[in-house]
């Protein structure tokens, strides 16, 4: 059974331990330890890495009785001095104590309780069981965290019997069976957790809550904790000064300078295309009108882009086809390789029934309207083959 160094004092950072058996796992090993201060992927707080000697340890896995401490290069039996990667192992600290400390806020400041816990490498995510959280009630949740933050409040970590633990009002009840690890933030948490912790609450350093996202019936709530709020306070502050500069404005002022820019754009953009679809009328109709019927009455138009949208050619094709009750409109684009096909009211041929007759032998997907359909290919050379083969079925 591998001794768990972790559980009684999470600041060790190196300790000598000896190497009861190193196992082949190529291209890497699996040495096993009589104790270990190195800390397994568990409870949603990943594993910490370092050096065991001079090897490399890359991941920790938990396996029951004994821990495998995965390294990337072979090792001897014997004594040997362990060193964790201390700034992973604290940034973990930060993270993992942050988390109980704002579940703790969550349940106190909206009595919604947290689900489930992931420590990701940029952020962490709690999912809290609601329907939806909105920006009070959040920025309230994130102030309660701060404040016992910088009360400092002590935070400690014991064993206790599962009678005991039963009777101490845990945030969430265990049901593991034997002693339960209980971590506690004096005077405002108690959580049955085996992960690191740091020692009071101010090491964990500012708390920030940055996304919501709904999952499910949860919320899923991004925090960061200490130097990675920080870091990202600092990012965010230099992306918003560079919004501030491109108007030259104060930096309160850049939201709503970037609002009235956006409500601008929208408009713009609703005229555009007002006057796309009014010049389509105007290109349909002529179009139609300087198309010469063929030998079945038909105005026949067909041609081929490089590349580009549908979206003006579809408006186009539209326009054309309603001009008159005899007009077909043949569209192929090489990039994306594409086919659009539109059918006057007037003629029995159907647009949708035309453009699956001939994607689906040339592995194309597509489909639509008795008047309008398109299709994509596979690539450009099979969209002019199944433009020739649309020709031929038109007749």
């Not at 707080?45 to 920790?60: F, K, L, M, N, Y």
């Not at 049955?192 to 740091?198: D, F, I, L, M």
């Not at 186009?316 to 006057?344: N, Y």
Request: hydrophobic fraction near 40%.
């Amino acid at each position: 059974m591998t001794q768990r160094l972790y559980y009684t004092d999470s600041y060790l950072a190196e300790f000598e331990a000896t190497i009861l058996e190193v196992q082949p796992a190529p291209p890497q090993f699996r040495v096993y330890l009589d104790r270990t201060a190195f800390y397994p992927a568990s409870g949603g707080q990943p594993s910490d890495t370092g050096r065991i000697a001079e090897a490399a340890v890359v991941d920790v896995v938990d396996e029951g009785e004994r821990m495998a401490h995965v390294v990337e290069s072979d090792l001897n039996p014997g004594t040997a001095r362990c060193r964790l990667d201390w700034a992973r192992r604290f940034d973990h600290m930060q993270q993992h104590t942050g988390q109980h400390l704002l579940s703790a806020a969550f349940v106190e400041t909206l009595g919604r309780p947290t689900v489930s816990f992931h420590l990701g490498p940029e952020a962490s995510t709690i999912d809290v069981e609601a329907g939806k959280l909105d920006g009070p009630q959040i920025e309230a949740v994130e102030s309660r965290a701060n404040a016992v933050v910088f009360e400092n409040r002590p935070v400690g970590a014991r064993f206790c019997s599962h009678e005991e633990a039963a009777s101490m009002d845990l945030r969430k009840p265990s049901d593991r069976e034997g002693p339960i690890r209980v971590v506690e933030i004096a005077g405002y948490d108690r959580s049955a957790c085996g992960g690191t912790h740091v020692r009071a609450t101010g090491e964990i350093g500012p708390i920030l809550i940055r996304r919501l996202d709904r999952v499910r019936q949860t919320v899923r709530v991004e925090f960061l904790c200490g130097r990675r709020a920080a870091r990202r306070a600092r990012a965010d502050f230099d992306a918003l000064s560079r919004v501030a500069k491109l108007f030259s404005a104060p930096l309160d002022q850049a939201p709503s300078l970037v609002a009235a820019q956006m409500e601008g754009a929208q408009s713009a953009e609703k005229a555009r295309q007002k006057l796309e679809a009014e010049l389509a009328v105007f290109k349909g109709r002529q179009l139609y009108a300087s198309t010469t019927p063929d030998s079945q009455g038909r105005r026949l138009y067909q041609t081929t882009q490089p590349a580009g949208s549908l979206d003006p050619a579809r408006m186009l094709a539209q326009q054309f086809t309603s001009a008159g009750p005899d007009a077909i409109f043949l569209l192929a684009v090489q990039q994306p390789p594409t086919l659009l096909v539109a059918v006057s009211a007037g003629l029995a041929a159907h647009a949708g029934d035309l453009i699956r007759s001939v994607a689906g032998p040339l592995g194309g997907r597509g489909g639509g309207s008795a008047r309008l359909a398109q299709a994509s290919f596979p690539d450009s050379e099979v969209v002019q083959q199944a433009l020739r083969r649309l020709l031929a079925a038109l007749g």
